[in-house]
Every structure is written in structure tokens, then in C-alpha cells.
């Protein structure tokens, strides 16, 4: 399967601990994003690369997120000291210029 | 800047009917326009975009989608529904650099025997 990969696929945390989800886009994906979707809610975007660059972080990422793609192939997301407002479903896309997006099958994230 | 509005938030159609998924925008612009689907447990899945051209775009699995600019509609259809497509359905739209999509809040299909 060439596809987005993510890992790990739920992830169950007590409040206040802190998280890395990974993500592995398709190999020649130089674009990579990272968007949350709660239930009932159409995915929301938090932060986007192209290769190693970060080059957008929505509001929503506060001080507690921090994302990461160091040599602009895998990207890993770390929630720091989580909070119950945190549990919602963590998506990873990539593609390539004007093509679409494709995203990989999420982290599920409860925070207890 | 661009967004989009689902004003639906379940459709039900019966296998074999056709269906419909409605999805208007609002745009500063020529439109970019995107649907997904979702199944349960998944990521979103690419169905079709509407760059330019026909207002009629044809995309995935039997899904197309018009492109209505009085209307500033863009809805998707299919003239025959399946049970297999109840899923989670939502549209978009590019804002900001990067490509990055902003959303709608999703229409849930459901198809019934």
C-alpha cells in the first residue's frame, strides 16, 4: 500500500501526558498536512509543510502542539501535556502540486 | 478568501433513486471547489474538483457534481444511489497559500434497501 500512513491508529492518554502521532506520506508528496476533525465536524486545518518547511500553522495549534518533518519525507505531530479538548481524530494529507489531497486514515485520540 | 456551507446534515435516499448532496460557496474569485467522502474510521477519500471548464465535472464511483455560478452551487449527484455509498460526505474549498482546504461540516448519506 502506497498510501498516507499513520501511526499509531488510537491512542488512549490521561490528561496532561503528551503524544507523537507519525505521519508517512506517499514517497514523492513534497506537501504535507495536518488537519483535526472532532465529531460531526469537517476536518479542520492545523499546520502544512512543503518539504522540511513549515510554512503555515493555523491558530488552532496552540504552544502545545509543535509538528515536525526534518528531512521533509515523515512528519510526527506532538501534543504537549494533553487536555480532554484534545481528543478528536488527527489527519495527515499530502500531494504533490495540483493534485489532491490525499489523507491517511487518522489518529484517534481520546484524552481521559 | 473562500468557504463552503452544507446546509444538509443527513440526506436519506433509497437504493436505486438518485441522490443529491448539497454544498454552496462563497468566493472572492474564480472557484476552486472539492468533494470527499468519508466511510467510518477513515480518512477522506477524493471524489472530484471543479477548476474550470464544464459545470458539470464527473468524478469517482458514479459521483458528478454541478457547478452552478448563479446559484453559487455545487452540488453532487448521482443518478443511481447505492447502499454502499452511505458514508460521510464533504465539500471544499482552497483559502489562504499552500493549497491548504477549508471544509464544510459534512453531509451524512444514508441509502436504504
Known amino acids: 500500500d502506497t498510501g498516507v500512513s499513520q501511526n499509531p491508529r488510537h491512542k488512549i492518554t490521561k490528561r496532561g501526558q503528551n503524544v507523537t502521532f507519525r505521519c508517512d506520506p506517499i514517497?514523492?508528496?513534497?506537501?504535507l498536512y495536518w488537519y483535526r476533525q472532532t465529531l460531526g465536524q469537517g476536518p479542520e486545518f492545523l499546520t502544512y509543510?512543503?518539504?522540511?518547511?513549515?510554512?503555515?500553522k493555523s491558530r488552532l495549534l496552540s504552544d502545545r502542539f509543535s509538528a515536525e518533518r526534518p528531512k521533509g519525507s515523515f512528519s510526527t505531530l506532538e501534543i504537549q501535556r494533553t487536555e480532554q479538548g484534545d481528543s478528536a481524530m488527527y489527519l495527515c494529507a499530502s500531494h504533490e502540486p495540483s493534485s489532491p489531497l490525499h489523507f491517511g486514515n487518522g489518529t484517534r485520540l481520546t484524552v481521559t | 478568501a473562500q468557504s463552503v456551507a452544507q446546509p444538509e446534515d443527513q440526506v436519506n435516499v433509497a437504493e436505486g433513486n438518485p441522490l443529491t448532496v448539497k454544498c454552496t460557496y462563497s468566493?472572492?474569485?474564480?472557484?476552486?471547489l472539492f468533494w470527499y467522502v468519508q466511510y467510518p474510521n477513515r480518512g477522506l477519500q477524493f471524489l472530484l474538483k471543479y477548476i474550470t471548464g464544464d459545470n458539470l465535472v464527473k468524478g469517482s464511483y458514479g459521483f458528478e457534481a454541478e457547478f452552478n455560478k448563479s446559484q453559487t452551487s455545487f452540488h453532487l449527484k448521482k443518478p443511481s444511489a447505492l447502499v454502499s455509498d452511505s458514508a460521510l460526505y464533504f465539500c471544499a474549498a482552497p483559502t489562504g497559500g499552500g493549497n491548504k482546504l477549508t471544509f464544510g461540516t459534512g453531509t451524512q448519506l444514508k441509502v436504504e434497501l
Open positions: 514517497s514523492e508528496h513534497n506537501r
Open positions: 509543510f512543503q518539504n522540511e518547511a513549515q510554512l503555515e
Open positions: 468566493v472572492s474569485g474564480n472557484p476552486y
